[in-house]
């Protein structure tokens, strides 16, 4: 059948799990009425969704780390860590790359290799192969929510396994997972598998069990312009709620300007908020999370910790629902379980110190989220008149027409023209558009601002120059910045 955003059908979507629940042994042991009675006996404080809800009413930014390791003794290990020295608020499950790209058997013989070693052989936790009772040992493990990180465009058995499993956050969406994490997948595919995804968190709902469902905004971890993250937040909030989500997260990485960063985190919940209410979808809660950096970290300790905490009071002072963590291991790989606490608590220092900063009514934060709304409108409108008022299919088509770009996006069906630069004030702009319809304004707005530093810093604005050396900005070491 042709692509459409229309909510996949009740019988069109029983065929469906079964033949995806018949790829892999573990998926016999998936039955939905029990499963919904796991989710309804535990406690509120254990289910993400209204933990993502209280959240926002108290006003409270929680922390929530990353963390996966390839055996079932090693998961309960490291969540306890997280929970117990970390405090997280919210304790993640990573799943490894075999899972992610749905290599189960590989994954089954990295377990072996695990377990034969001593040592975790894997980037994450299988948890296909491990299946619902042990998902559920982990969910006994740690008195907080879970959510699963699962980093791909195919989360089809991983989805159902998790949920049937206890774990009550899904974070992964079908445009932002598709034109940042997978090369040959088309976005059309992407979408499909990810309305399954959003069908099943509603069928779900529809049986009295909220499950939080989350869009990874921060796309390709490089210098993404807010206004490129938060499209993509509106169009897969668009297409969860279609399929009758009601409980959906958005997610933006750290530019890590101050102002730059509240006014995105308080135009993402704006527009997303704006366009679900123009499609007639007004119940449908989108909190805000932020990411600390998500491009090149230092190899440094010292630097390191200060994104972290700096990073920390980025999310608190605008007014995140939750920030996601990272460590002062970030630059050498997947962190110990004890440098990722860590990174937690530093973080949760610096939301304390920061609670009560606000932005509101500061001029150049004003300027700043008008300038961002400005910049969303119009290409959102492009794509749904694209689409005939149809999301899924607008935005592939505007994929294909240029209409919508992802800078150094990996995947074949997406021009990857646009160039985002930093600017003198350390603001992401946009040096080159590409094929984007942005209003003359807009794209004035942009070049003026990176024209500044290209004059100061005497190097050529039509090159990509300013581009590549806004990637390496970061982790370059710190004695090249110095006078
Ligand atoms: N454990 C902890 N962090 C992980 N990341 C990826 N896999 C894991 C894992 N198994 C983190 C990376 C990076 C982010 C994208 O995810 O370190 O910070």
Same mark, same amino acid.
């Given at each position: 059948?042709?692509?459409?955003?229309?909510?996949?059908?009740?019988?069109?979507?029983?065929?469906?799990?079964?033949?995806?629940?018949?790829?892999?042994?573990?998926?016999?042991?998936?039955?939905?009425?029990?499963?919904?009675?796991?989710?309804?006996?535990?406690?509120?404080?254990?289910?993400?969704?209204?933990?993502?809800?209280?959240?926002?009413?108290?006003?409270?930014?929680?922390?929530?780390?990353?963390?996966?390791?390839?055996?079932?003794?090693?998961?309960?290990?490291?969540?306890?860590?997280?929970?117990?020295?970390?405090?997280?608020?919210?304790?993640?499950?990573?799943?490894?790359?075999?899972?992610?790209?749905?290599?189960?058997?590989?994954?089954?013989?990295?377990?072996?290799?695990?377990?034969?070693?001593?040592?975790?052989?894997?980037?994450?936790?299988?948890?296909?192969?491990?299946?619902?009772?042990?998902?559920?040992?982990?969910?006994?493990?740690?008195?907080?929510?879970?959510?699963?990180?699962?980093?791909?465009?195919?989360?089809?058995?991983?989805? #159902?396994?998790?949920?049937?499993?206890?774990?009550?956050?899904?974070?992964?969406?079908?445009?932002?997972?598709?034109?940042?994490?997978?090369?040959?997948?088309?976005?059309?595919?992407?979408?499909?598998?990810?309305?399954?995804?959003?069908?099943?968190?509603?069928?779900?709902?529809?049986?009295?069990? #909220?499950?939080?469902?989350?869009?990874?905004?921060?796309?390709?971890?490089?210098?993404?312009?807010?206004?490129?993250?938060?499209?993509?937040?509106?169009?897969?909030?668009?297409?969860?709620?279609?399929?009758?989500?009601?409980?959906?997260?958005?997610?933006?990485?750290?530019?890590?300007?101050?102002?730059?960063?509240?006014?995105?985190?308080?135009?993402?919940?704006?527009?997303?908020?704006?366009?679900?209410?123009?499609?007639?979808?007004?119940?449908?809660?989108?909190?805000?999370?932020?990411?600390?950096?998500?491009?090149?970290?230092?190899?440094?300790?010292?630097?390191?910790?200060?994104?972290?905490?700096?990073?920390?009071?980025?999310?608190?002072?605008?007014?995140?629902?939750?920030?996601?963590?990272?460590?002062?291991?970030?630059?050498?790989?997947?962190?110990?379980?004890?440098?990722?606490?860590?990174?937690?608590?530093?973080?949760?220092?610096?939301?304390?110190?920061?609670?009560?900063?606000?932005?509101?009514?500061?001029?150049?934060?004003?300027?700043?989220?008008?300038?961002?709304?400005?910049?969303?409108?119009?290409?959102?409108?492009?794509?749904?008149?694209?689409?005939?008022?149809?999301?899924?299919?607008?935005?592939?088509?505007?994929? #294909?027409?240029?209409?919508?770009?992802?800078?150094?996006?990996?995947?074949?069906?997406?021009?990857?023209?646009?160039?985002?630069?930093?600017?003198?004030?350390?603001?992401?702009?946009?040096?080159?558009?590409?094929?984007?319809?942005?209003?003359?304004?807009?794209?004035?707005?942009?070049?003026?601002?990176?024209?500044?530093?290209?004059?100061?810093?005497?190097?050529?604005?039509?090159?990509?120059?300013?581009?590549?050396?806004?990637?390496?900005?970061?982790?370059?070491?710190?004695?090249?910045?110095?006078?």
């Amino acid at each position: 059948t042709a692509l459409t955003q229309e909510r996949i059908p009740d019988d069109a979507f029983a065929a469906m799990r079964r033949d995806n629940l018949a790829r892999w042994p573990t998926g016999a042991a998936v039955d939905l009425a029990e499963a919904v009675a796991f989710h309804q006996a535990l406690p509120e404080h254990k289910r993400l969704a209204p933990v993502m809800r209280r959240a926002v009413a108290e006003g409270r930014c929680l922390t929530q780390p990353r963390g996966g390791v390839g055996t079932l003794e090693g998961q309960k290990a490291l969540m306890r860590t997280l929970d117990r020295d970390g405090m997280a608020d919210i304790v993640p499950l990573t799943t490894d790359s075999y899972t992610r790209n749905e290599r189960f058997a590989e994954a089954e013989a990295g377990v072996a290799e695990s377990e034969r070693q001593g040592r975790s052989m894997l980037n994450g936790f299988p948890i296909v192969n491990y299946g619902v009772a042990a998902a559920r040992e982990l969910v006994a493990e740690v008195e907080k929510p879970t959510i699963l990180l699962t980093g791909t465009s195919m989360p089809k058995l991983t989805g #159902e396994i998790g949920f049937a499993g206890g774990f009550s956050g899904y974070l992964g969406s079908g445009i932002a997972y598709t034109v940042s994490y997978i090369k040959e997948l088309s976005i059309e595919d992407g979408i499909r598998n990810y309305q399954y995804l959003d069908r099943l968190a509603a069928l779900y709902q529809e049986h009295g069990v #909220e499950l939080h469902r989350r869009q990874p905004g921060f796309l390709t971890g490089t210098n993404i312009p807010p206004c490129i993250a938060i499209m993509t937040c509106v169009l897969d909030a668009l297409l969860a709620a279609a399929q009758g989500v009601r409980n959906y997260g958005l997610e933006l990485g750290q530019c890590l300007h101050v102002v730059q960063d509240a006014a995105a985190i308080a135009a993402c919940r704006e527009l997303v908020q704006e366009y679900l209410g123009r499609l007639g979808y007004t119940d449908v809660f989108t909190p805000v999370t932020s990411l600390h950096w998500m491009g090149a970290w230092p190899y440094d300790d010292a630097q390191s910790a200060a994104l972290v905490s700096w990073g920390g009071a980025l999310a608190a002072l605008g007014g995140a629902a939750s920030v996601t963590t990272k460590s002062v291991h970030e630059a050498y790989g997947i962190p110990t379980a004890e440098a990722n606490a860590e990174g937690l608590r530093m973080t949760r220092m610096a939301i304390y110190l920061a609670r009560s900063l606000r932005l509101d009514g500061l001029p150049e934060y004003e300027r700043e989220k008008a300038q961002i709304h400005a910049e969303v409108r119009p290409i959102i409108d492009r794509v749904l008149e694209l689409g005939d008022g149809d999301v899924a299919r607008g935005t592939v088509r505007a994929f #294909e027409a240029g209409v919508l770009d992802i800078p150094w996006s990996p995947n074949r069906h997406v021009r990857g023209r646009l160039l985002p630069a930093r600017d003198d004030a350390g603001y992401l702009r946009i040096l080159d558009p590409g094929d984007m319809p942005f209003p003359a304004e807009v794209r004035e707005y942009h070049a003026e601002r990176l024209r500044d530093r290209a004059a100061h810093e005497g190097v050529d604005f039509d090159s990509p120059e300013l581009a590549i050396a806004s990637v390496y900005e970061i982790s370059e070491e710190l004695r090249r910045l110095l006078p």
